[in-house]
């Protein structure tokens, strides 16, 4: 990719050009259709077209889904996410996450339910079966999941009934 920011700019737009297979429009449209859609008002919103045509585009390939948290280190904070991944050929791709405003690593039913109350509104999860560590337990959070149609499958220890 060329070093300048002009040469950059009609580079971007040039490749544009080819992937909307539209020679007859001028580069600096493209150039104007590219700083429209980067300078977009909600980053949110642009995220979350993105990860719903990403899991509209994977589900069709896939039926799985994993629950984790993970922990990642900012500075001297730590940050703790509850993610919600979709399997893709043996790779989990995060399709939607919260961050969990406790110390802990570990997520409450509530923090799940919440977690999936949200993901629910963008994606279509019924039909799905998710797969979870042992953390992941709880006679309401199974209820929560029964009652929007989504199997799992949860490992638990031997003495739990």
């Known amino acids: 990719m ?3 920011s002009v040469a950059r700019q009609t580079y ?3 490749k544009i050009t080819s992937l909307l297979e539209n020679e007859q429009a001028h580069v600096l449209s493209h150039y104007k259709r590219l700083i429209r ?3 977009y008002s909600n980053p949110t ?3 979350t077209c993105i990860l719903k045509w990403l899991y509209q585009l994977l589900s069709k390939q896939s039926k799985y889904l994993i629950l ?3 922990t990642w ?7 703790h996410l509850l993610t919600l991944c979709i399997v893709y050929k043996n790779v989990a791709v995060p399709i939607y996450w919260k961050q969990l405003n406790k110390k802990g690593g570990h997520s409450s039913q509530e923090d799940r339910k919440l977690l999936f109350a949200e ?3 963008i994606f279509q999860l019924s039909g799905m079966i998710l797969v979870a560590d042992g953390e992941f337990i709880g006679e309401n959070w199974f209820r929560y999941l029964t009652d929007n ?5 949860v490992r638990v220890s031997k003495n739990l009934l």
């Open 149 to 153: 149609q989504i199997d799992f499958v």
């Open 119 to 121: 993901a629910l509104k």
């Open 37 to 39: 859609f980067f300078n």
């Open 73 to 79: 280190e900012a500075g001297d904070k730590y940050i």
């Open 68 to 70: 984790d948290g993970t």
């Open 45 to 47: 919103q642009l995220t």
């Open 12 to 14: 971007l737009s040039s």
């Open 2 to 4: 060329p070093s300048s």
